[in-house]
Each structure stands twice: as C-alpha cells, then as structure tokens.
C-alpha cells in the first residue's frame, strides 16, 4: 500500500512539474516582445563624431558648424545631412531636416576623409553588439522551453484529498499565476499604446528653431516683412542669441525689435525677441550659405546681386561651392517656386536633380516665349559651361532687372560679373565687395588609429 501511494506522489509530482515547465515557456513566450533582439544587422565601422555637451541638452552647433569643425569646411554640411537623415539617434529623435535643431549626444556618421582629432572609427554607439558579445552584466537568452532547464523544479506538495485542483495546481497558485499572466500582457499591451498617445501632442507640434540656424534666420525674414518690406538684405549673420541683417541701401530709422547700426547699414535683433506667430511669407528664396565670420552662420541673397556671381579661383573648389549652393536653394522650402536651370553638365555631386533642368544653350532662356514671358523671373541659373561673353551679359542684365527674384550664377570669371567669390583649394572662400571677413576652414587634424566607440 505503502509502494502504490509513494507511486501515485510521484506520478503527481512529475505531472505537476510538466504544467509547471509550460506554464514557465508560456510566460517566457509572453515576455519575449520586451527583450531586445540579436538578429539585426551590426554596422560596419566607420568614421563619427559625437555631438559634445550634457546628453539631451540642445546644441548651439548647425550642420555648417558641424561641417566645419569634422571637415574643414561648412560647406560640406549636405553631405553630413545626406548620410545621417533618418537615422534615430540615441535619445530616440531622427534627423529629418537641415535646420532642424542638434542635440548634445547625437551621433553623426561622416563621409570619407573626414580627419578631426576628436572623430572616432567603428560601429555608431546606436549599433546591435555582435552576437556572443553582450556588454558586461547581461545576461545570455533565455534557452528554449523544449531543452532541458539546467534546475529541477521542485515537486510540487500533496494535496488535501477534498481540495480542489485547477490544472493540478492549487487554486492560490493558480490565482497567481493567472494575475501574473494578466499583468504580463498588460505590459506588453498597454505600455506601448500608452507611451504613443504621450508621444504624439510632442511630435505635432512645431519644434523651436534651432540657434544660429536657418530656421532663425527664416522666422527674422518674416517678421521684417511684415514691418518693413522696404528693407533690401544682401547678407545675414545669424548667431547663438542674435540675428544681423546686412541692407543696401542702408535704413536708418529700424522697428523694434531691431536695431540700427553703422548709420542704419546693418540691423540687429535678440533671437527670442522675434515672433514665432507668423505665416511662410516673405522670405527670401536665393539665400545660400557661404561659410562662418567669427563662429556665426554667414547667408548670402544672390538675388540682390546687380548682375552676374562669378565663382572664380580653383575650378575644383569653385564647382563645390555651386553645388552647395544649388543644393542648399533646392532644397529649401523657401524656394519651392524657383525654377532653377544648369546651362552645360549638372555637377555629379548634386543632390537635387529632380530640381534641376539641364540646357544646352544659354538662348533657351534668352528667348522669351510662352509661359518663359519675363525669362529670369523666380529663377536660378547655373553656367557650368563657357557660354558666349554676349549671353553672359544678356543673363546679367536679366538678373539685374528681375527686383531680387532671380541669380545668375558663373562657375569660372565672367567681364561682366557684378560679384565675385573666390573659393580656394583648401576650402576657404573670399566673397569680396560684401564686407564679409569669412573664417578659414579650421585645420584638419589627424585620425586615431584603432580608436572605437
């Protein structure tokens, strides 16, 4: 009798074990959506820098800033933006536009050649760990329900002969596991949703412009023309707590919030001092950035020059220094209504070709007809190619007449050029008769060999 009850426990007990094993693997199953996967691919190493600053904080730093610190030159800033749009970085925000705001922390993966001191080689800090590499203090996963446990569950008790058993399971332990259950999915239910409603109010609204970027000088441009529309920019500076506008001709008398300096040729205002209320209008379409004076972002009108840009000095730099521009005002939605034409071959480096329209011939544009009417009305034009001295000067005259609505920019000299920039072979750029004493590139430092992330 004795040898019949010790086998009847011990068919119970290993019965009770059995529910007990699947009811582990069905939690395990249930807890598996909240562990981080192994499978995603690992980054392969490459050059990038980590945004200095108190993790999370806002950064004074722009994409040109960045540019010319990792770079040498701010005017690569497209390229940094091309390769690191869309990425999420680590406090889970995502590049998306250039004037978008910079956060301490962010990571940016840089072109080749890229050669400051402080850039690092290897995966981003965002990277999956190989697997068999978890970081210390982590634990390996959870091994599969079928595999033998390396602890033996305990057997569980005898019962009462008059209690009830659900699933072989006392009812308390039952409970249990039932409210253990219940919670299990509400976590994996409800926290997400719940952290989605939260997030969408901050993802709706409009974030502040970043200091020292465009959208600063975006939300100046508005305002200005709301108070004074009279007021003709040719350049801006716009820095970490201001905004300076650059006018000709020169205003004396400024509204608040600006400022009149130097008889009323440049106008200041305190960043936090601009509305924030206004609409699109008003801004200018042909701004294009040209580099740094003093730290402070540099922004050119082409559209106030009275003919021809020609961009002269090295030809390699000066194709490079058309390609940003182009890019830059392709890009913009400033410029959404700027047609903007390449007489001779569109540089390979553009980013914006289905913004672009090739021509062959300059007379295209110099021959009105149909819908063309006024031909450089709201219109860029590139020469990358020489042209005739005669078309050149007739694209000047139509550029000077177009009241700031149109450019005409040269890749090489032309006689009759109204402004000339002078882009050098290392990077820095002069643009003459604007007064604008521009930063050289900073020097470029030297790569860490086997430093990694």
């Known amino acids: 009798m004795r040898r019949l009850l010790r086998a009847a426990l011990r068919r119970s007990s290993r019965s009770a074990k059995g529910r ?72 889970g925000l995502v590049l998306t536009e250039p004037a978008q705001s910079i956060r ?36 390996p996963d959870t091994p599969p329900a079928d595999r033998p446990q390396p602890a033996a569950v305990q057997p569980a008790p005898p019962v009462d002969g008059d209690e009830t058993l659900i699933l072989g399971l006392r009812p308390i332990t039952a409970a249990l596991l039932g409210v ?61 707590d201001r905004v300076s506008l650059r006018l000709a001709p020169a205003l004396p008398e400024a509204p608040p919030p600006w400022q009149a300096r130097q008889q009323g040729a440049i106008w200041e205002a305190p960043s936090w001092q601009l509305d924030q209320n206004l609409d699109d209008s008003g801004e200018l379409p042909l701004l294009a950035t040209v580099g740094t004076v003093g730290g402070e972002l540099a922004v050119v009108n082409l559209g106030r020059a009275p003919g021809i840009v020609a961009l002269t000095g090295d030809p390699a730099a000066a194709m490079r220094v058309a390609v940003s521009f182009l890019d830059e005002i392709a890009r913009h939605p400033a410029a959404a209504s700027v047609v903007i034409s390449v007489v001779g071959t569109l540089p390979a480096a553009s980013t914006a070709p289905e913004r672009v329209r090739v021509i062959a011939d ?30 050149l000067e007739r694209l000047g005259a139509l550029a000077a007449v177009s009241e700031g609505t149109a450019a005409v920019l040269v890749v090489g000299d032309a006689p009759n050029a109204a402004w000339r920039f002078a882009a050098d072979a290392d990077g820095s750029l002069d643009v003459g008769v604007l007064g604008l004493h521009l930063d050289r590139p900073a020097p470029r430092g030297r790569l860490v060999p086997g430093r990694r992330g």
Request: zero cysteines; hydrophobic letters at 45%; a negative charge.
């Open 20 to 91: 007990l094993l699947a009811t582990g693997a069905a939690l395990v199953f249930l807890l598996l959506p909240l562990t981080p996967g192994t499978a995603s691919a690992v980054e392969p190493s490459v050059p990038y820098w980590v945004v200095p600053g108190q993790p999370g904080t806002e950064s004074d730093l722009t994409l040109p800033g960045v540019a010319d610190r990792v770079l040498g030159d701010s005017r690569r800033w497209p390229e940094i933006f091309e390769l690191n749009r869309g990425r999420t970085q680590p406090d």
């Open 104 to 139: 301490a922390g962010w990571v940016f993966v840089l072109p080749e050649g890229a050669t400051s001191g402080e850039i690092r080689i290897g995966a981003p800090p965002t990277a999956t760990p190989p697997a068999g590499q978890q970081p210390a203090g982590q634990q």
């Open 180 to 240: 253990g259950t219940l919670l299990v999915l509400a976590v994996v239910v409800l926290v997400p949703i719940l952290l989605g409603q939260r997030r969408r109010p901050a993802e709706s609204a409009d974030p502040a412009p970043a200091s020292g970027s465009r959208a600063v000088l975006d939300r100046a441009l508005r305002q200005l023309a709301t108070q004074a529309g009279q007021a003709q920019v040719y350049a801006a500076l716009i820095g970490p």
């Open 362 to 391: 300059a007379e295209y544009l110099l021959t009105p007809s149909g819908d063309r009417g006024e031909a450089l009305r709201d219109h860029l034009v590139v020469v990358t190619a020489p042209i005739p001295p005669a078309e």
